[in-house]
């Protein structure tokens, strides 16, 4: 499996045209599961994303199958979905996309993206795009299995599942992230490693349990890290946290590293820079999330 950063900022794109080598878009993940495209959120660096695709496909450079596409939302806050109206795929009738997301407030992500592309938003309406779109449910009590030709989704109760399967995602609902919460997304291996993408969260003193445990021993963490102290003291309840939260968590779940997401727009690179050294003195493998890093597990 290969998982790769589109998108590291939160809340919007940096607006003070200074050049940033970490990064400008909002979040957006690519993963790859044998020829299975994943992707996690729609912020601006989707768009990316899609220009890539299209490249590749050009090029015809691997076997991935870029016009299936599997699509799963942490939220539907505007930084994660806002690149959707602008992914080239969306406009290719031989696209087929697999939409897998919980509702966020009563509101099913379907409604959501045809209101975001609605005729008094977008010159383009939902329901116009050429391309086709499933909807899958998706929960704590759900589990999705990618296997060598297909995807399959089962309850976690679930006692067959059938042998084979190249990739797992299962997800833990967060409640800290005004108004419905997020999804923290774990991704699996069959020989056991994973990767945990947990953005859009609050910490707690003395760290989210709940969350260590669900990342215990996990080779990466992808954790939200937005503030600084002074900042968190203004913003408390705004559903971000700080690397001190971050590496917290971090160090009770043991994961192998860590990395520092959802970076506030405001902040330079100089910042940033800062603020990942500061956190290698609680968490030594901790890194700054910057568009284009790659992690094989
Ligand atoms: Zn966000
Ligand atoms: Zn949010």
């Given at each position: 499996m290969r998982l790769k950063i589109y998108g590291v900022r939160g809340s919007y794109p940096p607006t003070n045209s200074q050049h940033s080598k970490i990064g400008i878009n909002t979040t957006c993940l690519r993963l790859d599961?044998?020829?299975?495209?994943?992707?996690?959120?729609?912020?601006?660096?989707?768009?990316n994303l899609g220009h890539d695709l299209v490249a590749q496909w050009k090029n015809k450079e691997n076997q991935q199958d870029i016009f299936k596409i599997h699509l799963f939302f942490t939220h539907a806050h505007i930084d994660h979905i806002m690149g959707f109206p602008?992914?080239?795929?969306?406009?290719f009738p031989q696209a087929e996309f697999h939409i897998i997301s919980p509702p966020f407030l009563n509101h099913s992500i379907q409604d959501v993206l045809e209101s975001l592309m609605s005729p008094v938003i977008f010159p383009v309406t939902f329901a116009e795009l050429p391309a086709r779109f499933h909807f899958h449910g998706m929960g704590e009590n759900r589990q999705v299995f990618f296997y060598?030709?297909?995807?399959?989704?089962?309850?976690?109760?679930?006692?067959?599942?059938p042998s084979g399967w190249l990739g797992k995602i299962s997800c833990l609902r967060n409640y800290t992230h005004p108004k419905g919460g997020t999804?923290?997304?774990?991704?699996?291996?069959?020989?056991?490693?994973?990767?945990?993408?947990?953005t859009d969260i609050e910490g707690f003193v003395n760290g989210d349990k709940r969350l260590a445990r669900f990342a215990h021993k996990a080779q990466v963490l992808i954790h939200d890290a937005q503030y600084s102290w002074p900042e968190y003291e203004m913003f408390q309840g705004f559903g971000h946290s700080t690397y001190e939260m971050a590496c917290e968590v971090a160090r009770q779940a043991e994961v192998e590293?860590?990395?520092?997401?959802?970076?506030?727009?405001?902040?330079?690179?100089?910042?940033?820079?800062?603020?990942?050294?500061?956190s290698r003195e609680l968490f030594p493998e901790s890194y700054l999330a910057t568009e284009s890093m790659e992690f094989e597990f």
């Open positions: 599961i044998g020829k299975h495209l994943i992707v996690f959120d729609a912020g601006t660096g989707i768009i602008y992914f080239n795929l969306i406009y060598e030709n297909e995807f399959r989704i089962f309850h976690v109760s679930e006692e067959h599942i999804y923290i997304y774990k991704i699996q291996s069959p020989e056991g490693k994973s990767l945990v993408f947990a590293k860590l990395v520092l997401f959802h970076h506030d727009p405001k902040h330079s690179d100089a910042e940033l820079l800062e603020l990942e050294e500061k």
